[in-house]
């Protein structure tokens, strides 16, 4: 059974930034994408950014767009969520996500996407 462990959250003002980690079981990304998504109080969950498994592609929402970052650590079978300029409204509980399907080319923001989820890592950014 895949896992998938997020880590690096935290409590932040606005204006700073935290890298998020997601750690896979085994080498479970191998050939898959990634995504991150994010659920806000009383709020449904939603996509923020994914990669395709090479890294040659990503994708991000454009409320976090040019302030995040999504990549590999092909190494350490890794993915990383860097937010800089952080805002009271990125406020989330956080997820990581493996894609569905090997070897994808095109970047998904669908959850029906993605077949394992973290547990997620709280991120509160205060004003």
């Known amino acids: 059974q895949v896992q998938l462990v997020e880590s690096g959250g935290g409590l932040v003002q606005a204006g700073g930034s935290l890298r998020l980690s997601c750690a896979a079981s085994?080498?479970?990304?191998?050939?898959?994408?990634a995504g991150w998504f994010r659920r806000a109080p009383g709020k449904e969950r939603e996509f923020v950014a994914s990669i395709d498994w090479s890294g040659a592609s990503t994708h991000y929402a454009d409320s976090v767009k040019g302030r995040f970052t999504v990549s590999w650590d092909n190494a350490k079978n890794m993915v990383y969520l860097q937010m800089n300029s952080l805002k009271p409204e990125d406020t989330a509980v956080y997820y990581c996500a493996r894609g569905r399907v090997s070897f994808r080319y095109t970047v998904e923001d669908s959850e029906s996407s993605y077949d394992s989820w973290g547990q997620g890592t709280q991120v509160t950014v205060s004003s």
């Open positions: 085994g080498r479970a990304f191998t050939n898959r994408d």
